[in-house]
């Protein structure tokens, strides 16, 4: 290849390169133009409020202040945004162990055992992941407040241990992959199905729960209409309402809010960084279900 | 107790043990909401009282008297058929631009896809309110250009615009879902296409666009019921104004059925929305026929 190349005329080589040079040029652009937003919040978290609307385009602080953060933090109503975290984390890390039994636990079900009534089940299943989330949203409204738990966490928890079809369609695809001669040698040894799942198949399909936990907790953290539904007490509050409000109270203090904004996607970005792999797999096989 | 451990460890009972939280979800979470929703579509009902028949009575109000009712539609109707199909266009361009072998590629992705990332969070809807100020950034860029400021998110003809460039700017999902389609292009169709001399735009039409035709089916059928079920751009950073320009189907039956407390009124706006979208849906599945390719069907 590299002998090939070689003996190419120079300007041809020369060509590629430019062309090349081009290409990451344009794309780098188009990077920073997606991601000016974002850097341009964070910037002005870090600026002076008298600042922030004087030198408006700019990304970099003329004068560096932690200021915005120390009085966002205060929160309102009594409540530090510590609180609000804590919710958000309480709430998320539920709704992601939810999230993740009943995906494994449906998904080998599903996928491995046979038994009558199997497939109806599983094209229900299917039907209702096209079902509109706001379609349900009055009637589970009642539903819950009927059974009390309006002003509790228990809605935005609770339905994760009893649902999730995509998460469930995505285990069961990596279930399949796995051969089922493991299952038969186990049988053999006298292993009965419960034995053979928690033994063989979910050491082995821990990578797809990885996704699974990702995708909630992310979908679980940023989730505003859950908590403007259910949370009506200040001392429940999730940071993504908690924000909403905070931005309603402190209208003049730009900063202060950006603060918090920027605080509120660290969670989101550090899960994304350690887990880009997984994410992005199962994004993206999210279209191949198809 | 021997009797009831032979009977779980036999596979139909234990099948039923496994899907038992699906099949708990399926009833209570799902099957008795939705069918609560039909019957409070014909009701009046307000939390407090016990709900009233009324009929059809709902769908009357919603079609005769209830002009935000179609104001919110049409918003909705336009938002969606506007954003969806530049969102598609973009993430396949976008797709088609990261497809080749880079050390690279992998942080032009994350960078991309960073802003999907964020969906629909409190913390970008906030930032993108700040960045359409006024005297926010993009106005001040456009006096460094020596474009005249403009009152973004004040002003009926340019309000809607913001909140679809904001669901534009997400199209990181979908861009990811078309680079993986991409990769399973065989790279011997590529190779055989360019020995017989086509050119590269030849080859896209030719090959890979019948090729990723049904993830782009699936990327259209998603995009298009979620942007139905748009709420919280509205919510968040217009409240629906200026004029209700912005005021989304959804945000509209929330007003109704949680701020005014009509129940009824929001479950029969929820079916129609429904009705709506599985119009929307069915169309285009019908459509799929004639477009989308599936590979096995020529074998």
């Known amino acids: 290849m590299t002998a090939i190349s070689a003996r190419k005329p120079r300007s041809m080589k020369r060509a590629r390169q430019i062309s090349s040079c081009i290409y990451h040029v344009l794309v780098v652009l188009f990077g920073f133009g997606m991601l000016y937003p974002l850097l341009w919040m964070i910037a002005a978290s870090f600026k002076p409020n008298t600042e922030i609307f004087t030198s408006v385009s700019s990304l970099i602080p003329k004068t560096f202040t932690f200021e915005n953060y120390i009085t966002g933090w205060r929160g309102f109503s009594g409540l530090s945004f510590a609180v609000f975290f804590k919710n958000s984390f309480v709430i998320s890390v539920i709704g992601t162990i939810g999230s993740v039994f009943a995906a494994a636990v449906v998904a080998f079900g599903f996928a491995r055992l046979r038994f009558r009534g199997r497939n109806v089940w599983f094209t229900l299943m299917i039907l209702t992941m096209m079902l509109p989330s706001q379609v349900m949203m009055i009637p589970q409204f009642v539903l819950y407040n009927k059974m009390g738990w309006v002003g509790t966490i228990l809605p935005l928890t609770v339905p994760h241990f009893f649902g999730g079809g995509f998460n469930i369609f995505m285990v069961m695809q990596f279930i399949r992959g796995i051969p089922r001669d493991m299952d038969e040698a186990a049988v053999i040894d006298g292993c009965n199905w419960y034995m053979i799942f928690l033994r063989i198949i979910l050491p082995l399909i821990i990578p797809s729960l990885v996704t699974v936990a990702v995708l909630t907790f992310i979908g679980s953290w940023g989730d505003f209409m859950g908590a403007l539904l259910y949370l009506n007490k200040p001392q429940l509050y999730t940071v993504a309402y908690a924000l909403k409000l905070f931005s309603d109270a402190s209208y003049t203090d730009f900063g202060a809010t950006f603060a918090m904004s920027v605080l509120s996607l660290i969670p989101i970005l550090i899960l994304f960084f350690f887990f880009q792999r997984q994410l992005v797999e199962g994004i993206s096989t999210q279209g191949l279900k198809g | ?299």
Request: charge should be positive.
């Open chain 2, 1 to 299: 107790m021997r009797s009831i451990r032979q009977t779980l460890e036999k596979e139909s009972v234990a099948g039923y043990m496994f899907i038992l939280p699906i099949i708990i979800g399926l009833i209570v979470f799902t099957a008795i909401p939705f069918f609560t929703s039909l019957y409070l579509a014909f009701t009046e009902y307000d939390m407090l009282t016990a709900p009233k028949w009324v009929g059809v009575d709902n769908f009357v109000k919603m079609f005769t008297k209830d002009k935000l009712f179609w104001k919110s539609f049409w918003v909705t109707f336009k938002f969606a058929i506007i954003q969806v199909p530049i969102k598609l266009l973009v993430s396949l361009g976008v797709a088609l631009v990261l497809s080749r072998n880079s050390k690279a590629i992998p942080v032009y992705r994350a960078t991309f896809y960073i802003p999907s990332l964020m969906g629909g969070s409190v913390a970008v809807a906030l930032m993108w309110k700040q960045l359409f100020a006024y005297n926010g950034p993009i106005n001040n860029i456009f006096s460094v250009l020596g474009i005249a400021p403009v009152r973004w998110l004040n002003d009926v003809s340019t309000a809607l615009g913001v909140l679809i460039g904001l669901g534009i700017w997400q199209f990181g999902s979908s861009m990811l879902i078309f680079l993986a389609a991409l990769k399973n292009v065989p790279a011997s169709y590529h190779e055989a296409a360019i020995v017989d001399g086509a050119s590269p735009v030849r080859r896209f039409f030719a090959i890979v666009l019948p090729m990723i035709t049904p993830v782009f089916f699936f990327n259209l059928v998603n995009q298009t019921i979620s942007a139905f079920q748009a709420f919280n751009s509205s919510y968040l950073i217009t409240s629906g104004k200026p004029l209700n320009s912005t005021l989304y189907y959804g945000v509209h039956l929330y007003n109704r059925a949680f701020t005014f407390s009509e129940m009824g009124y929001g479950s029969a706006m929820a079916w129609f929305m429904l009705l709506v979208i599985a119009f929307f849906t069915a169309l285009i599945f019908k459509s799929s026929n004639a477009w989308v390719y599936y590979e096995s069907e020529v074998k």
